[in-house]
């Protein structure tokens, strides 16, 4: 069974090829519940925020829903109020699913990815170096575009593979920020099965489970210390909580996801 990264961002196909093989093209919905194509997914200049939104059930305005597989249980978001302002909150009990958004092409060079998340419980057996432990309470993907002409020849079966048995293309390349209770902090994590996937590790451990984290990261930055290059353009965002390889529950909460132009002096 191929090792489990849901990866949808802009291009559903990432989650056939890193752990999905039951993943179709209808697996995108908006919020209305409507199944949808990545080309069907509006482009927006800016991701929505939780907190311009008011508490209720369901996906959050300007966020699409993607389930991993037809066999896997579903995450639960929702909006909720939490200490005077609107978070999404995610409940997992041996799930994973996520929400997306596909954003209109933009340099990565000066970007910033700026976000908080909270981890209300752990996840004790999570090992996200160990494919059959990979969960996280958080993840935030960052989706990027570039010339998948220049990859190895097993990459470039890879993607036709998986636009194959999904019927979309997948990314060139993603990076994964998450929270992972055994892998140190920093550390950059290999997919098993492409190189075209790479986790950092911003949180690490338990032992700030129950405060709220800040994060301010340089895209382009992480994109060159993860894949020795520099950056495509960043085409979408997405986030994940999930827990079905370690058959577990967990509970966490994501502050808005920003993305903001820094000039450098």
Request: hydrophobic share 40%; charged share 25%.
């Amino acid at each position: 069974m191929l090792k489990k990264y849901p990866l949808i961002l802009s291009i559903a196909a990432t989650l056939w090829l890193v752990g999905c093989a039951g993943f179709t093209s209808n697996s995108i919905e908006n919020e209305s519940g409507q199944a949808l194509h990545v080309d069907q997914l509006p482009a927006q200049e800016d991701l929505p925020k939780f907190s311009a939104q008011k508490p209720r059930e369901g996906m959050p305005g300007g966020w699409n829903f993607y389930r991993i597989a037809p066999y896997k249980k579903n995450t639960v978001y929702r909006l909720e109020s939490y200490q005077g302002r609107t978070v999404l909150s995610a409940s997992s009990k041996t799930s994973a699913s996520g929400l997306v958004v596909k954003l209109r092409p933009r340099s990565a060079q000066n970007l910033w990815l700026q976000w908080e998340w909270k981890a209300v419980e752990e996840i004790t057996q999570a090992d996200n170096a160990q494919s059959q432990q990979d969960d996280a309470p958080l993840r935030i993907l960052v989706a990027f575009d570039g010339n998948k002409s220049a990859l190895s020849l097993k990459e470039k079966l890879n993607f036709e593979m998986a636009n194959l048995i999904s019927g979309q293309e997948m990314p060139y390349a993603t990076l994964m920020y998450i929270w992972s209770g055994k892998n140190p902090a920093n550390a950059v994590l290999d997919n098993a099965h492409t190189s075209r996937v790479k986790m950092i590790v911003v949180d690490s451990g338990w032992k700030n489970l129950g405060e709220w984290r800040k994060h301010d990261r340089d895209l382009a930055a992480d994109y060159r210390q993860a894949y020795g290059e520099a950056p495509g353009n960043v085409i979408g965002i997405a986030l994940l909580t999930d827990t079905d390889n370690t058959k577990s529950e967990t509970r966490a909460l994501y502050g808005d996801i920003e993305l903001i132009r820094k000039i450098q002096k």
